[in-house]
């Protein structure tokens, strides 16, 4: 496949950074096509710790072309922090033009939405949410705008005017223009050079034959249409949303593959209708590191749940399937894998549209035999031991998808390719 999506098939931290970081190795391009730096994984390199919230996954390689699509919403401060740490490093970056611009109004509102909810997403934070909801009403800032000195000045003027009647309404400080005006051209400033029509390079690129890689963040239950609705971002992590995140046609999109956790887990609010309780969910965290990379807050653990992957299939378009942190599970005598739902009386295997449905779904499990073996060594399909075997060849044959990669650890040796795919 010459282009190729990373998607995760759950509610995000499926470990696509590290799915990503590993195809990054061969391609030609990296493109980032949603979200913003509510998403974050960390790559090692040589021994230093890089975290990553905005930039895609192949900045490390200096020959990578890292593109920051006109899907995105882009906090330059925080964007600026990331490339900081890159100092010293030969880096190739490209920002769209179309992208829209994270502003201190936006994480302000954010934070103050949260305080008021009585049922609350449980957001990053980051004013994800705001600055989307300004693209859509149309008084969002565009990267293109921000560089343009007297086009920012006009749109921010006017902006602030809106946004400090909304804060005197719930009783908040006003807004600074000129602390923002001055901030915000020197972030301009700095970021001007990278700012280009992207989806123009990439079409490029793809008639050039050069290999595209989406890089997808968040997660297919995180997703604004197909998501467990309002619990989900602001955006599509979808394979479906990358022609209009990127600015590229559909059809010149190969495949999609979906990353999964060899279980499931979940940070926020919202139902997780295989959630664990009990000692096994401790054990997975803990063996896991189920503590997220942006806000530190320990995440929720449960059994995989295969009604979300096929969802995620149905939904958004999967090829194949990279099934992430497989050695966490060693050591478990029976693993469950859900199948299905019990929703009113009736056995259901899809994820209903209603939250309060989703909300009251009881898993249907199958049990599998677990397998004690540590499996980090492994560096090959063959020699995973065979309830290891047999654990993907169940997912595969329950979602009609091939296991295509798989990983026992988070060193690059430790991804496993069983069938070529890019
Ligand atoms: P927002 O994207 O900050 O608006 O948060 C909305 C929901 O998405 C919350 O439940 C967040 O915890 C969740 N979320 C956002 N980004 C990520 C991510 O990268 N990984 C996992 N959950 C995320």
């Known amino acids: 496949m010459q282009t190729l999506v990373v998607v995760g098939t759950q509610w995000g931290d499926e470990g696509k950074g590290k799915i990503t970081d590993f195809l990054a190795q061969r391609s030609d391009l990296v493109v980032r096509y949603q979200g913003g730096?509510?998403?974050?994984?960390?790559?090692?390199?040589?021994?230093?710790?890089?975290?990553?919230?905005t930039i895609p996954s192949g900045i490390l390689s200096e020959n990578i072309m890292n593109v920051l699509a006109n899907g995105m919403v882009i906090n330059p401060k925080g964007l600026l922090n990331e490339l900081k740490k890159l100092e010293g490093r030969k880096y190739h970056m490209r920002i769209s033009d179309r992208a829209h611009v994270i502003m201190p109004y936006h994480m302000a509102f954010d934070a103050i939405r949260e305080s008021k909810l009585k049922d609350k997403i449980g957001t990053t934070k980051k004013g994800i949410g705001p600055a989307y909801t300004d693209k859509a009403?149309?008084?969002?800032i565009r990267m293109g705008e921000l560089i343009n000195p007297i086009l920012f000045k006009e749109k921010l003027t006017e902006i602030l005017e809106h946004k400090d009647s909304l804060a005197k309404l719930y009783g908040e400080p006003l807004f600074d223009f000129d602390d923002i005006y001055h901030t915000y051209s020197?972030?301009?400033?700095?970021?001007?050079?990278?700012?280009?029509?992207?989806?123009k390079l990439i079409n490029e690129a793809i008639e050039q034959k050069k290999k595209v890689l989406f890089?997808?963040?968040?997660?297919?239950?995180?997703?604004?249409?197909?998501?467990?609705?309002?619990?989900?971002?602001?955006?599509?992590?979808?394979?479906?949303?990358?022609?209009?995140?990127?600015?590229?046609?559909?059809?010149?999109i190969y495949g999609a593959i979906g990353v999964t956790k060899a279980y499931t887990t979940r940070v926020g609010e919202g139902p997780l209708p295989t959630e664990l309780f009990d000692e096994k969910a401790h054990y997975i965290r803990e063996k896991g590191h189920e503590y997220g990379t942006t806000t530190g807050r320990a995440r929720r653990v449960g059994w995989l749940d295969l009604v979300l992957i096929k969802h995620a299939k149905r939904s958004g378009g999967l090829s194949g399937l990279a099934v992430t942190?497989?050695?966490?599970?060693?050591?478990?005598?029976?693993?469950?894998?859900c199948v299905g739902y019990m929703l009113n009386g009736n056995l259901i295997d899809e994820v209903p549209g209603l939250i309060e449905d989703f909300k009251a779904c009881k898993p249907v499990?199958?049990?599998?035999?677990?397998?004690?073996?540590?499996?980090?060594?492994?560096?090959?399909?063959?020699?995973?031991?065979?309830?290891t075997?047999?654990?993907?060849?169940?997912?595969?044959?329950?979602?009609?998808?091939?296991?295509?990669i798989f990983s026992v650890g988070p060193d690059r040796k430790q991804t496993i390719i069983v069938n070529e795919i890019f």
């Open 137 to 140: 009403e149309r008084s969002g």
């Open 389 to 404: 075997k047999a654990y993907l060849s169940f997912i595969e044959t329950e979602t009609g998808l091939p296991v295509d």
């Open 37 to 53: 730096n509510n998403a974050g994984h960390t790559i090692v390199l040589e021994g230093i710790k890089y975290a990553l919230h």
């Open 186 to 199: 020197d972030y301009a400033n700095q970021l001007r050079p990278f700012v280009c029509n992207t989806s």
């Open 215 to 252: 890089e997808g963040a968040q997660g297919t239950l995180l997703c604004l249409d197909h998501g467990t609705y309002p619990f989900v971002t602001s955006s599509s992590p979808t394979a479906a949303s990358v022609p209009l995140n990127t600015g590229v046609a559909p059809w010149l």
């Open 365 to 387: 499990y199958r049990a599998l035999k677990g397998w004690q073996a540590d499996i980090t060594q492994v560096t090959a399909y063959e020699q995973l031991p065979d309830e």
């Open 325 to 337: 942190l497989l050695d966490v599970l060693s050591g478990l005598d029976e693993l469950q894998v």
